[in-house]
């Protein structure tokens, strides 16, 4: 059994950047004996993964548009993890971000389409924080416990969207319970479209702008948990409630505060999925994006960069796992979410399992300095 | 040779040494415990009579030195072991299953059986014998968290005997009791006496030695200083040992100018979280341009006075006004926010659990509680450039090492930690500041420095409140002091020709 | 007797369908009683549903399937136990990992195996289990009031439905009136005060955490060889979690979980019988939100607005030695 290294002489590189390296890189090797299980090759079933994602433009396209996803609902979870919240319900929350995406620009379609899009970016957040508030004041005054109300919140919207897409929004002329399509003017900008613009031909991806707003939704995360007041208490609450109220700090506001934004930040997957990609709400939409946000939060140790890095990572093994998932028959999509329980599981519950080895190996054989 | 039978010890400990990191809580340690005795241990905060005794019980291991029961030599590496070989021993913060029986509490690890039957009975009816045997009325079927503080130390006294306790050590034992309670364990005590067993009480409450104890043995700062039978010494001469003739570190400071009344606290009572009452009917004034010192020994309330205070539980009763305005009763209460914005500052007694976020970098912690102000952050905008050069100034004033703003707190030393949370409180000028423990943990060098700069603070007119269980501090600093024990405010003196004996005396609970 | 039929089969589907609840409430239990937090009873579950079905199949008999069951869920188990209370990790983060993995890898390897869709094969009538009728059942039926009492609410279940029920009061005795139930609860109310007695912390939880598998796996066994004849894709729905709630709703007391169950349960009988059915003043509710019902419960269960439920102490904390 390894003795601990004394945590003030562990470089910060290899906490934050080895330690998870080879927590994944463990995922990775368990991942692959489930594939070999499965009956498939998993070197093979790799290399699949790496060319459908970055081996080919349209197929990077979709990567980057999965990316985009995670990104919010990582934001979303990790934004609450700093308050020491476990938001499991960006699932519903992020459909229900998108029921408030396209109400509004299907009705207040008469708007100038930049308002349209402006508002309809504000609806995902107000509906998406209005799908988390509920478990948050519960958590906050009642005690009763995040994980299982957010949960029961997904089933609810499920129950809630499929009731109002089959009885009430539903586009009558389709067989199955879709809305009605947005009008083309209203789309947004698509990848192809730019290239076109510039006189690159570029194949169909559903990679579009809002992949700059999941960009500047993480700046915006950045700068509020590390930068502004709300962010500063939030924290405090997080570390240490005992602390936080003796210094004036009021945990209950702050655990609802933080559970509002980590629902809007989960709402606006609805802007790329409504608004950018589907141009109308689908059945279930946010097809477990939500809990990919999760694996990626957890991977990306809930900070912004952290959580882009991973949402890339995430977003390869999604394309590359349709890749995947084409050519190998055995290999179905559900796979790939077994393979994102094997991160959380690495990454997240048992990531000290080789941390003190780890760190004796850089700070006693190695002999790495840290400097100040 | 009958003599020598008689006086047999029953527990010896032969030069034990403990120490955690660079403090030695136990020097060289050597100590006789006679069989059928009741031996005190008395000794001020930090003395190291805890300590010693939880090597004794195995919840810590001696760096070197012996322990030897009946003049056999033993190793105790866990409570378990020590339990064997008949050492009891009641903490000062139970050990039990509050929604069990007294009954489930006592079996628990000594059931004798998978299925509940035959040997329960058994034991429901030794227990029962046990209780007779030794005056203890209780019920063996009550659960624990219908039980007062004062039953639910017997069943622990019950429990150690029911596992065979022959040594029982008793730590602090009347600290949470009534004047009711502490009677009835006295009886006890005795009657276990009678029976042979052995008993060691550590306690900083003279009337408890010189009312239970045949032997008594003082220690301070680690080391052993007297050894006596109690008959043959005094209160006086116990509490000088208790408190020593330490060199005090008295700063020259000039006659306080005492101005308005600036807290007005009226008989409150305050309860801790186990809803225990720890502050009993205290009343006093704190005025502008004088320090209070509050004297005592830990526990005896304190703790709670400071949270009511500044605001961060609520009185149970009473009322303490601010400035003449109600900040904390049992209707109106006034959170640390509000008291900051009124200038009230506050050192907490214990920075990690609730002074600092140890996870947030030196900086952070330098504006915690005032990082909604200006030019902290402006429209809920934290200002990094202010903080940053209010960081680096205050770290240089104060001497804060290393001068780091952005190096997680977790990775100072604990004086350094003290320092930044003083610097931050300090730095504000407040119009009153409520310090516990200012130096704790604090070199020698970094002490005289804080000293002045309360002193400073107490020139410039702001009041100042005290908690110390450094009576050096007290001495030094205080204009006037008062000493908290029990709950109570015992004794008011005028910090002139005051002398260490007398708040020892005080502190240890004698008032006359 | 219109209504006394709908009461009848009402009834006999509460029990029906509380069943599987009542086993993963129980199996919660003694993990959180032992200071383990459990979310993961919902991906527990499902792999005792996959691979009760799936060994159903191979192996040729629903025994054959259960027993594979119950050797999965307490590995499973005891690699939550390994994350959390050996390696003192985030025992949350630890039920959702295990949760997502096991959604994931059941389908996947399903698929992967049977090739259809992710749905297990089949299961002929000779590797499921049946309804049991009760002696006398037939015979009995025609006496009044409890006649059909008998014959057609309390006989006609599988087996499962029978030990369910006999199962809550032996987890009461166990519980409370044996040793290791003492040590149990201690150890999720206060380590220190059981690891100064001289039992281990760890090992107590661990036993704790084997009964939780063995448990659950009955309670997904049940979903995919009894009452339906094969494994599909997150057939759970949520079971995992509304079992938790009941357990919490029942104050972790067998009994008061026991009936947390069964109101769950009826809720969801409740909400087949009352699809496209109008009631008075409201005509017909939408199907979902009736079907939303169970999951609205558990909301307002654990909002506390039927009395505030205290978990054990030292829930959720991991046990390092005070120093």
């Not at chain 2, 006037?480 to 020709?497: A, P, Q, S, T, Y």
Request: glycine share 10%.
């Amino acid at each position: 059994m390894v003795k601990a290294v004394d945590r003030t002489k562990v470089p910060w590189w290899v906490s934050n950047a080895i330690v998870p390296l080879i927590n994944l890189t463990l995922a990775f090797i368990v991942s692959g004996l489930f594939i070999f299980i499965a009956g498939e090759n998993p070197y093979q079933a790799l290399k699949l993964i790496l060319y459908g994602s970055f081996g080919y433009l349209e197929g990077f396209g979709y990567t980057l548009y999965y990316a985009t996803n995670f990104i919010f609902t990582g934001l979303a979870f990790a934004i609450a993890f700093h308050c020491r919240l476990f938001n499991i319900g960006g699932e519903g929350q992020a459909y229900i971000g998108g029921l408030g995406v396209f109400l509004l620009a299907f009705y207040f379609s008469a708007l100038p389409v930049p308002i349209v899009w402006l508002l309809a970016i504000l609806a995902s957040m107000l509906f998406g924080a209005a799908w988390a508030i509920i478990p948050g004041y519960l958590q906050a005054y009642r005690g009763s416990h995040v994980v299982i109300t957010t949960i029961m919140f997904n089933f609810i919207a499920s129950a809630l969207m499929v009731f109002l897409l089959v009885d009430v929004i539903r586009d009558r002329r389709q067989m199955g319970p879709t809305t009605e399509a947005l009008v083309k003017e209203q789309w947004l900008p698509m990848f192809k479209n730019i290239a076109a613009f510039f006189g690159f031909k570029v194949g169909y991806s559903p990679l579009n702008i809002s992949f700059l707003l999941a960009i500047l939704a993480s700046f915006g995360v950045w700068f509020l948990i590390w930068r502004t007041k709300w962010g500063y208490e939030m924290r405090a609450v997080g570390h240490n409630t005992q602390a936080a109220i003796y210094a004036g700090i009021s945990p209950k506001k702050n655990i609802i505060l933080a559970m509002i934004i980590s629902g809007a930040l989960a709402g606006m997957l609805g802007v790329n999925e409504v608004l950018g990609v589907h141009h109308k709400i689908l059945v279930n939409f946010p097809a477990g994006y939500g809990f990919t946000g999760i694996a990626v939060a957890l991977m990306g140790r809930n900070h912004p960069i952290g959580i882009f890095l991973a949402s890339l990572l995430f977003g390869m093994l999604y394309q590359g796992g349709s890749e995947v998932t084409f050519d190998m028959p055995n290999i179905t999509r559900y796979m790939f979410v077994a393979v994102q329980g094997v991160i959380i599981l690495f990454s997240g519950a048992l990531e000290n399992l080789f941390r003190p080895q780890i760190e004796h190996f850089f700070v006693n054989i190695m002999k790495v300095k840290v400097t100040t | 040779m009958l003599d020598r039978m008689i006086s047999q010890p029953i527990l010896e400990l032969q030069n034990v040494n403990k120490s955690f990191g660079h403090v030695q809580a136990n020097k060289n340690i050597s100590l006789k415990v006679n069989k059928g005795d009741i031996h005190g241990i008395i000794g001020e905060n930090g003395a190291g009579k805890s300590t010693l005794m939880s090597i004794v019980y195995g919840l810590y291991q001696a760096d070197s030195g012996n322990i030897k029961i009946n003049d056999k030599l033993i190793e105790i590496r866990s409570p378990h072991e020590s339990i064997l070989r008949g050492i009891g021993m009641v903490h000062q913060h139970f050990m039990l299953v509050e929604n069990f029986t007294v009954v489930e509490n006592i079996i628990l690890g000594f059931e004798g059986e998978f299925v509940f039957g035959e040997k329960l009975n058994q034991a429901k009816e030794n227990l029962t014998k046990l209780c007779e045997e030794y005056n203890l009325k209780i019920d063996l079927n009550a659960t624990i968290s219908d039980l007062s503080v004062g039953f639910r130390q017997r069943v622990e006294i019950l429990k150690a005997l029911y596992r065979g306790a022959e040594i029982l050590i008793l730590d602090e034992p009347t600290g949470v009791l009534t004047p009711q309670e502490v009677d009835e364990l006295f009886k006890i005590l005795r009657s276990l006496k009678k029976q042979g067993k052995t008993i060691i009480l550590i306690t900083h409450k003279l009337n408890e030695i010189m009312a239970l104890t045949n032997k008594v043995t003082v220690m301070r700062q680690g080391e052993i200083v007297g050894d006596k039978n109690t008959k043959d010494t005094t209160k006086d001469q116990l509490a000088e040992m208790m408190v020593g003739r330490s060199v005090l570190l008295r700063i020259d400071k000039k006659k306080p100018n005492i101005g308005d009344t600036v807290f007005e606290v009226k008989n409150i009572n305050v309860k801790d979280n186990l809803d225990v009452m720890r502050v009993k009917n205290v009343s006093f004034d704190l005025r502008k341009g004088e320090i209070l010192g509050i004297a005592g020994v830990t526990g005896n309330g304190q703790t709670e006075l400071l949270e009511a205070l500044s605001g961060i539980c609520q009185v149970d009763s009473g009322e303490i006004k601010l400035h003449g305005k109600i900040i904390s009763s049992k209707k109106i209460f006034a959170g640390p926010r509000q008291l900051r914005e009124q200038d009230v500052a506050h050192v907490p007694e214990d920075r990690q659990r609730m002074g600092l976020v140890t996870e947030f970098n030196a900086s952070e912690n330098l504006i915690f509680g005032y990082h909604h102000q200006q030019p902290f952050s402006k429209s809920s905008i934290m200002m990094g450039k202010n903080i940053f050069n209010y960081s680096k100034k205050i770290m240089r004033d104060y001497d804060v090492r290393p001068q780091s703003p952005f190096l997680l707190t977790s990775n100072f030393s604990g004086g350094n930690q003290q320092k930044i949370i003083l610097s931050r409180e300090l730095n504000k000028d407040p119009k009153v500041l409520l310090v516990g423990q200012p130096t704790r943990g604090v070199d020698i060098g970094a002490i005289e420095f804080i000293h002045q700069r309360i002193i400073d603070m107490r020139d410039k007119g702001a009041a100042v409140l005290l908690v110390s269980v450094e009576l050096d501090e007290i001495l030094s600093l205080a204009d006037r002091i008062v000493v908290m024990f029990d709950g109570e405010l015992v004794g008011e003196r005028v910090n002139e020709n005051v002398t260490d004996r007398e708040i020892g005396l005080l502190m240890a609970g004698i008032t006359n | 007797m219109e209504i006394s039929t709908d009461i009848i089969s009402l009834a006999s589907a509460t029990l029906r369908i509380s069943t599987p609840l009542v086993f993963a409430a129980m199996a919660g239990l003694f993990a959180e009683r032992s200071g383990v937090i459990d979310f993961g009873l919902e991906g527990k579950m499902l792999t005792a549903a996959f691979v009760a079905a799936s060994g159903a199949h191979v192996f040729g008999s629903e025994w054959y399937g259960l027993g594979l069951a119950i050797v999965c869920c307490v590995a499973l188990s005891m690699l939550h136990g390994f994350a959390s209370v050996t390696h003192k990790g985030d025992q949350v983060v630890s039920c959702v990992a295990i949760n997502i993995l096991m959604i994931g890898l059941t389908t996947a390897l399903a698929a992967a195996w049977f090739g259809q869709q992710g749905l297990t094969p089949t299961l002929t009538d000779d590797r499921r289990f049946f309804e049991i009728t009760l002696p006398f059942a037939d015979a009995v039926s025609g006496v009044p009031l409890l006649g059909p009492i008998y014959s057609e609410i309390i006989s006609g279940h599988y087996i499962f439905v029978y030990i369910a029920y006999i199962l809550v009061p032996c987890v009461y005795w166990v519980v409370f009136k044996t040793s290791f139930g003492l040590r149990l609860r201690a150890v999720g109310e206060n380590p220190s005060a059981v690891d100064t007695a001289g039992i281990g912390v760890e090992l107590t939880r661990y036993k704790a955490l084997a009964v939780n598998g063995v448990l659950v796996a009955f309670a997904g066994a049940y979903l995919s060889t009894a009452i339906n004849a094969n494994f599909f894709r997150e057939m759970s729905a949520g079971r995992g979690y509304l079992a938790l709630a009941a357990l919490i709703f029942g104050k972790w007391k067998p009994k008061t979980a026991l009936i947390a169950c069964l109101l769950f349960g009826f809720t969801d009988a409740l909400q087949i019988r009352l699809q496209g059915v109008p009631l008075p003043f409201v005509g017909v509710i939408p199907v979902q939100f009736i079907q939303a019902l169970p999951y609205v419960l558990t909301v307002v269960l654990l909002a506390g607005f039927v009395g505030k439920a205290i978990a054990p102490s030292a829930i959720g904390q991991p046990y390092i030695k005070e120093r």
